[in-house]
């Protein structure tokens, strides 16, 4: 790279990607989600799921998130000075909250439209003063809000269908600055911003899928959704310039996700699943109409893939459980301040249902992410090297109610 450069970093998921739906999705790690449909929020997964509902339905709910992100065996090197040093962090993450709502309306037999709001895609970290590869971390808060429209059409008693626009609502926060360090006792000489960036702005998306259902134990859903390349505008200073009104241009993944559904007849249990493709290659650089390439990711395709079970104890209990395997969108680039990486998901989750028609789930997951080594440098600045690491804990309730 021959300039300083920012980045953003993932909360929970490969990439900047949020899983955060639903807490019943996350209790069962979100296996099953394009086609289970057991509350309003099946149609943030898959709008054709909305024919599987007869009455009117509302699920709204709350993820709370805690991501532990850091950095070891780091090593910083200056090209200004000859200064050479450790450069490790603890905790560059932090909590967030995130809400969500979905709502089902059957207009009858047939059709059924919905709508909803919750986020597909957010990222925030925090490296403070004491890390020395300041270029390489600063501050970064991201977040999308995806305000979704969508109907669907039952065919016949197997196939249905359904899609859905979705407006896209972007804000970010960054800021990089440069620490020029003395090669003699490593004290600061100088500070100069490298970036600083408060934008926002709109993007329009899409979505379609289907629905079929074998017999009323068996189904099976796919879908698709379009993720625009969202430009944001407001102030940006890069290296010392500001321009008052730029625009920035952050490319989102398409993605696919096939899902199924079988309860084992004359049983209480049900075992579900998910394959899930994310468009990762649409990131591939961050560009500002201003500065041009702020930043080169060369992110790759990328997959996860869940598995879980469901056991129906009695008409006030349900317990769920999952897997889920999600692949890096990183390829041989890597990044100090993206720390994405092949992770694991651990989930649980249960349901009291306080009368047929109202619930409550409580979904837990603890996330576990791989240890990658790090290399960056900037051509005549300085470079970096070390491991990272980012793992998280993610604790969602919801209520949900059929009229």
Known sequence: MGCLSATAIQVNAAGFQLNTQSATGLGRAFSGDAVIADNASAMARNAAAMALFDRTALSLGVNVLETDISVEDGTYSSDLTGYSGSSNYSDAGGLSFIPNIHAIFP???????????????GTRTDFDDSFTASEYGGYTDVESINLGFAISYRINNQWSVGSG?????????????????????????????VLDA?????????????????????????????????KVKGEVTY????TEDDTLTLGLPDMAEFSG??????????VHYSVQWIGWSSFDTLESDAYGTISNYQWKDAMHFAIGGTYYLNETWTLRTGYLYDQSAQDEVTSISVPDSDRQWFSAGVTYHFSEDTNVDLGGTYLLGKTVDVVEEIDGVSSVTGTTQANAILIALQYSHQF
């Open 107 to 121: 207009l009858n037999e047939k059709f059924a439209v919905g709508v909803n709001l919750y986020t597909n895609f």
């Open 239 to 242: 290296n010392g310039s500001t």
């Open 261 to 270: 559904y079988h309860r084992i007849k004359d049983t209480k249990y049900a």
């Open 165 to 193: 626009l979705d407006v896209i609502y972007g804000i970010g926060k960054l800021e990089r600055d440069l620490n020029v360090y003395s090669p003699a006792d490593g004290s600061t000489l100088a500070t100069s911003e």
């Open 198 to 230: 408060d934008v926002n702005g709109f993007g329009l998306g899409f979505n379609v899928g289907v629905v079929y259902e074998l017999n009323e134990n068996n189904r099976f859903g796919l879908s698709y959704r379009y993720s625009p390349d969202l």
